[in-house]
């Protein structure tokens, strides 16, 4: 069974820095995209960034130029820096693999002016 794990979540100042990273386990394989998204109160989720195991990553034009995502074959961080109260979010791991969608439970991110 395939479970992602989130960690790194937290309260920052705004004009900081922070690293989320996410761990999968269970039976994958190097042919997978991992991504994270984000969900605002009262918004509908969003993506954040994306890239495939040994590929190249995309961002959303809204963190574009201060984040980067790093990737193992089970992991995926991003760090995102000169953070802004709209980054304020419950960010979520998603997992492509084999045709599935997995999706960890989330971290939380509070953006304080």
């Known amino acids: 069974q395939v479970q992602l794990v989130e960690s790194g979540g937290g309260l920052v100042q705004a004009g900081g820095s922070l690293t989320l990273a996410c761990a999968a386990s269970?039976?994958?394989?190097?042919?997978?995209?991992m991504s994270w998204y984000r969900q605002a109160p009262g918004k509908q989720r969003e993506f954040v960034a994306e890239?495939?195991?040994?590929?190249r990553p995309k961002y959303a034009d809204s963190v574009t130029g201060r984040s980067t995502v790093y990737r193992g074959m089970r992991t995926i961080n991003l760090y995102i820096n000169s953070l802004k109260p709209e980054d304020t979010a419950l960010y979520y791991c998603?997992?492509?693999?084999?045709?599935?969608?997995?999706w960890g439970q989330g971290t939380q991110v509070t953006v304080a002016e």
């Open positions: 269970g039976p994958i394989t190097e042919y997978n995209t």
């Open positions: 998603n997992l492509l693999h084999d045709g599935h969608n997995y």
């Open positions: 890239r495939p195991f040994g590929g």
